[in-house]
């Protein structure tokens, strides 16, 4: 089973950058779709931004053009660079991870990954 263990959030100002942590351990990591979600209290978990295995991206509409995902294989991670960030985008950051037989699947919905961390907070001071 794997695991996942968020880390890099913290207090950053509009138009600043911010870059996410996911470290994935206990399983084969390349064998996982990965995604970022967040949350603000009182509303439901978002879609951010996911990676397929065959490493195809995908975003949502408020944060495309400005975050970007990427895996690094060797060391068992999972990024999300945050650039122009607004203050809208303050939210506790979840990664999850989830592992189909297809190398192009991925999901926007909170229900379809079984895998989850912990969360790292993020606020951004306008």
């Known amino acids: 089973q794997v695991q996942l263990e968020e880390s890099g959030g913290g207090l950053a100002q509009a138009g600043g950058s911010l870059r996410l942590s996911c470290t994935v351990s206990?399983?084969?990591?390349?064998?996982?779709?990965v995604g970022w979600f967040r949350q603000t209290p009182g509303l439901e978990r978002e879609f951010v931004a996911a990676?397929?295995?065959?490493?195809?991206?995908f975003y949502g509409d408020s944060v495309k053009g400005r975050f970007s995902i990427s895996r690094d294989k060797s060391k068992n991670v999972v990024y999300l660079q945050m650039t122009m960030l607004k203050p809208e985008d303050t939210a506790v950051y979840f990664c999850?991870?989830?592992?189909?037989?297809?190398?192009?699947?991925?999901?926007?919905?909170?229900?379809?990954?079984?895998?989850w961390g912990r969360g790292t907070p993020v606020t951004v001071s306008s």
């Open positions: 990676l397929e295995r065959n490493n195809n991206d």
């Open positions: 206990g399983d084969t990591f390349s064998m996982y779709a």
């Open positions: 999850a991870a989830e592992m189909r037989s297809g190398s192009d699947w991925y999901s926007r919905s909170i229900y379809d990954y079984r895998y």
